[in-house]
């Protein structure tokens, strides 16, 4: 079992930045991909980012190419996800997921974070 705990994001301008992190207990954390998703109101979640166990391989939705960067600490068991050149359409609650393969549908993954919003405006 691993739990999840997220923290980070709120509100921001567009063109600025936010840092998510998410934060894991129980299992080794290194043994889990985490990805991040996100949802926005009235929409289904959507792979944002993902890191395989090691921080070895990054993978990337068009969306967030070239503004936002996940990487991991496994020595502090947390995985962050800075969102960087902010637009108004990165608004949704993101979520940190852990699972066994680095994938990008929800259902792959095996844990989950609580969500946090992120909000930003023009």
């Known amino acids: 079992q691993v739990q999840l705990v997220q923290s980070g994001g709120g509100s921001g301008q567009a063109g600025g930045s936010l840092r998510l992190s998410c934060t894991a207990s129980?299992?080794?954390?290194?043994?889990?991909?985490v990805g991040w998703f996100r949802q926005a109101l009235g929409k289904e979640r959507e792979f944002v980012a993902g890191?395989?166990?090691?921080?070895?391989?990054?993978n990337y939705a068009d969306s967030a190419k070239d503004r936002f960067i996940i990487s991991r600490d496994d020595a502090k068991n947390r995985v962050y996800l800075q969102l960087n050149s902010l637009k108004p359409e990165d608004t949704a609650v993101y979520y940190c997921?852990?699972?066994?393969?680095?994938?990008?549908?929800?259902?792959?993954?095996?844990?989950w974070g609580q969500g946090t919003q992120v909000t930003v405006s023009s």
């Open positions: 890191i395989s166990r090691f921080g070895g391989r990054t």
């Open positions: 997921a852990a699972g066994n393969r680095l994938a990008l549908r929800p259902r792959e993954y095996d844990y």
């Open positions: 129980g299992r080794l954390f290194s043994d889990y991909y």
